[in-house]
């Protein structure tokens, strides 16, 4: 999936924004005024909830995202603009309903259990006057979007009559859209590209009990035929997702620790889109959308993945090929604040690595051992001639990235192309910095920017000069 780095699709969500708010603290006393607990708060959070978990998960895989909706004129409404222009969302068809309440759910946690919700919402359909409003915008804006996705949480937003018209105004412009479903009645999703029920919401919606693999067939079967969907799937928790267009088909669950699976449909949704929006077929963006949902579900609480998440995830799974884990300077920056914001410990090492050896990998696995992350700066084959002679090196910078990304101990591989790695050192400010031990004693290239300085003695007798004179040695004696 390394193809989709650097992609960026127009997507649109359409559907019930919603804040999710926290307060959390402790409890160690019950009222005097009555038979409750008393909670000392002493944090308070907020995220985006219902629609707005789709667009953070868009945001979050570097999609350009816009939102439809219908928000009141309250102060609900300014803390959501708020949070979606935080990640540079454009909210300008935010349409403002007055006397609507703009839904927040607020949960007390005490000592990590929830105590009590409290809503303040509208659940009401938007007016007309709202309704036509957003046919009127997604008219106008349609034909700008790669992809629409419709996130229905039965607050309102997506009457049976607005959907229906997106739906057709979509399709006249041949624009996939996809669906989060609520309710019992999908016939107002008719024409869309997918839907995407759980199981539990399958069954309510297609009438039929799914128990086994011949009334899945039946269930994803009759929803596909009666909404005129071109992909019928059903996500089914730990057993995957199936879908359906000529033939029946299930994707395994890749989760391999689960916390929470909170927010996993929204993270599904769209992964689904954005990697539909980049060129996947339904298989493949299915694969990916599992593989998000795999680390979503490793979090606690409402949560989203990146795509280096993803990747970095795959990999674990032995599911990713070697160059994935080749980076250019630009990708390893970046990755680099990433990880370290997610509380990995960054080591980094630098050399030529020319013929791989024992003593490398020994090396290299105790550099490991010192962080969560190790990043290997690799000379370039013009920086190894500079430093080695004309005859080296062996093999190609190329060949040398592709081995050491094959390693379980190297995460990522950069390429340099000076004479020192001081450029990529401090794109990479990683925690630990690691050298050979004959540097004891000398100064070390970027040993000013990272938190410490390691030394590693080498495997005596162990390196790549000896194993060429080795291996001239046995050429001249006809050796070889």
């Known amino acids: 999936m390394i193809e989709l780095k650097g992609n960026k699709p127009n997507i649109l969500v359409v559907g019930d924004l919603m804040i999710d708010h926290y307060l959390w603290g402790k409890c160690e006393r019950i009222s005097p005024e009555a038979p409750v607990q008393v909670v000392a708060v002493d944090k308070e959070t907020a995220v985006l909830g219902g629609a707005g978990n789709v667009i953070n998960n868009l945001a979050t895989l570097n999609a350009n995202v816009d939102v439809m909706s219908v928000i009141g004129a309250d102060a609900n409404a300014i803390e959501l603009n708020r949070m979606l222009e935080n990640i540079n969302v454009n909210i300008n068809n935010l349409v403002v309903q007055n006397g609507r309440n703009t839904s927040k759910k607020s949960r007390i946690i005490a000592s990590q259990q929830q105590v009590v919700r409290y809503d303040r919402e ?3 359909d938007i007016s007309i006057e709202s309704q036509n409003k957003i046919a009127e915008q997604f008219g106008q804006n349609i034909h700008t979007y790669d992809m629409v996705i419709l996130s229905d949480y039965g607050k309102g937003v997506l009457t049976t009559n607005l959907t229906r018209i997106l739906i057709d105004i979509a399709n ?13 009645d999908y016939t107002k999703y008719s024409g869309a590209y997918l839907l995407t029920p759980n199981k539990k919401e399958a069954i309510e919606a297609s009438k039929i009990e799914i128990k086994d693999e011949a009334s899945l067939l039946v269930a994803i079967t009759k929803l596909k035929n009666e909404c005129q969907l071109s992909i019928g799937l059903i996500t089914l928790s730990e057993d995957g997702i199936a879908i359906f267009d000529d033939n029946l088909r299930k994707h395994p ?3 391999r620790e689960v916390y929470d699976v909170t927010g996993a449909g929204d993270t599904v949704i769209a992964s689904l889109g954005f990697s539909l929006s980049c060129g996947y077929d339904i298989d493949k963006a299915v694969k990916f959308a599992n593989l998000a949902a795999g680390v979503v579900v490793g979090k606690i609480g409402s949560a989203t993945a990146t795509l280096n998440e993803i990747i970095e995830y795959e990999s674990s799974l032995n599911k990713s090929t070697s160059d994935s884990h080749i980076k250019t300077l630009d990708e390893i920056e970046l990755l680099s604040t990433e990880l370290k914001k997610r509380g990995k410990k960054v080591v980094f090492t630098n050399g030529c690595f020319d013929i791989l050896h024992v003593g490398h990998v020994k090396y290299l696995e105790e550099a490991k ?9 690799l000379n370039s084959d013009e920086s190894v001639s500079r430093l080695k002679g004309p005859t080296r090196p062996v093999n190609t910078e190329d060949d040398r990235a592709y081995i050491l990304a094959s390693l379980e101990a190297v995460d990522y591989v950069v390429k340099f ?7 990529l050192i401090k794109a990479v400010a990683p925690h630990i910095l690691v050298k050979g031990g004959d540097y004891e004693g000398k100064e070390v290239v970027g040993q000013d920017i990272a938190d410490e300085l390691r030394l590693v003695n080498f495997v005596e007798g162990k390196s790549t000069t000896k194993t060429i004179e080795r291996i001239k040695d046995g050429h001249e004696n006809n050796y070889c």
């Open 417 to 423: 192309y000076d004479d020192t790695p001081y450029e």
């Open 369 to 377: 051992s010192y962080g969560d992350v190790l990043i290997l700066g």
């Open 172 to 184: 006249e412009h041949n624009k996939k859209v996809l669906v989060d479903p609520k309710g019992e």
């Open 253 to 255: 669950t890749v989760a």
């Open 122 to 124: 509208s659940t009401e």
